[in-house]
């Protein structure tokens, strides 16, 4: 008895992705096929770098060829994976599939210390990532990656000198921490501040990447604006503590992100600092700020929750020596790999779903 690979195709339109909501084959996941008499190659790309559902999905394939073509097909299944991209043809950051900016209402409440763990997760996870601090008043990347001494190189292309970014624990990365002495007291005018984020954004060598995280300061700033002014944003990322000030403050950097004129899909909201938890009694959690306050923003808002990072204080003391938690072993770092995971199937899904973000034209 002989198959073809037509057989094979229409059997896994049966499948659907559990996230993406539609067949493998019309999400271009099925690469491929191969028939070798009762021998069944194919390959499935997988949207995101360590997706959670591959197991599930594999299982899936199996089942439908099994009960729709031939029981007694052997199946050589490769899972592979390619981030997806909605992204517009424009040059700037022609390279970057994704470009998800990282907000918080309220300054202190770990926005940092989570986009670097983030960048590094999705780094160690397979995924190109870049990392633009934007907090330009007060830049902590530097010190989070303990590189605050390097000095990014130029490197002229096509005629234009541009930034070679600093690289890190797999992560490019740029700060202007990286560009101005570390104890210097530079007041940044709002002016300024926008321009060295455009410069990050237009003048440095990011090359290809799968996401480009952008640190942005606490609040609503100039910043946000240069930053959607300048580039389609596919993504926002808030993060907040379960504090009831923090939490009514996240809410409005959601509603900005949301507004009209602005746009910007919240991918979803972070609880950091959601219970202290002693390194040595891991199973005991003391709400110190508050229950939920995250979780409950993200119900009330129509938002994904991502997840929680516990306080914990190697988390403190990583960021200060400038290893990043989520490059040891343990419970906080699994959580930071969660969120990672969460974060990356939350872009494939606006990608899946959602129009791309329009750059938000400058109107006076
Ligand atoms: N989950 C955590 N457990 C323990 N300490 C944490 C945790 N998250 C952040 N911190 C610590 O809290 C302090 C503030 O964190 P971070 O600088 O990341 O906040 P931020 O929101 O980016 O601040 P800013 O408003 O200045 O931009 C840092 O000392 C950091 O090490």
Same mark, same amino acid.
């Given at each position: ?80 994976? !390619? ?30 210390? @989570? ?32 590189? !605050? ?17 600093? !690289? ?76 009831? @000030? ?68 190697? @988390?403190? !003391? ?47």
């Amino acid at each position: 008895m002989s198959f073809t690979t037509e057989q094979i195709i229409n059997a896994l339109r049966t499948v659907n992705d559990p996230d993406l909501k539609k067949d493998l084959v019309t999400l271009n996941m099925i690469r491929d096929v191969r028939i070798e008499g009762m021998r069944v190659h194919f390959t499935v790309v997988l949207t995101t770098p360590a997706c959670p559902l591959k197991e599930v999905i594999r299982q899936m394939c199996v089942e439908a060829i099994h009960k729709l073509v031939d029981k007694d097909l052997q199946l050589f299944i490769n899972m592979t994976s !390619e981030v997806t991209s909605v992204r517009d043809t424009s040059p700037l950051l022609a390279g970057v599939k994704n470009i998800i900016a990282v907000g918080s209402g309220k300054g202190g409440v770990g926005k940092s210390t @989570v986009t670097s763990n983030l960048a590094v997760a999705l780094a160690k996870q397979g995924a190109r990532v870049g990392l633009i601090d934007a907090d330009i008043s007060g830049p902590s990347v530097p010190t989070m990656f303990n590189c !605050e001494h390097e000095q990014p190189a130029m490197i002229a292309k096509d005629g234009k000198n541009l930034i070679v970014p600093i !690289e890190q624990y797999g992560v490019k990365l740029i700060s202007i921490g990286f560009l101005t002495p570390a104890d210097s007291a530079v007041v940044w005018r709002g002016p300024m501040a926008s321009s060295a984020l455009r410069q990050f954004i237009g003048d440095t060598d990011w090359g290809d990447l799968d996401y480009l995280l952008i640190d942005l300061p606490p609040g609503t700033s100039d910043i946000h604006l240069t930053l959607v002014q300048t580039i389609p944003v596919t993504g926002a990322v808030i993060v907040t503590t379960p504090q009831k @000030v923090a939490v009514a403050d996240a809410k409005k950097a959601v509603s900005m992100f949301k507004q009209a004129q602005i746009n910007v899909p919240i991918l979803g909201i972070v609880e950091n600092m959601a219970y202290f938890t002693p390194e040595e009694l891991p199973d005991n959690k003391y709400y110190i700020f508050g229950q939920d306050g995250g979780k409950k923003l993200a119900a009330d808002n129509g938002v994904e929750f991502l997840g929680e990072i516990p306080l914990v204080q190697s @988390v403190r !003391e990583s960021g200060d020596s400038g290893l990043p938690v989520v490059m040891k072993e343990g419970k906080t770092s699994e959580a930071f790999h969660e969120l990672a995971q969460a974060v990356a199937r939350q872009v494939a899904i606006r990608n899946a779903q959602q129009e791309k973000t329009k750059k938000v034209e400058i109107t006076t």
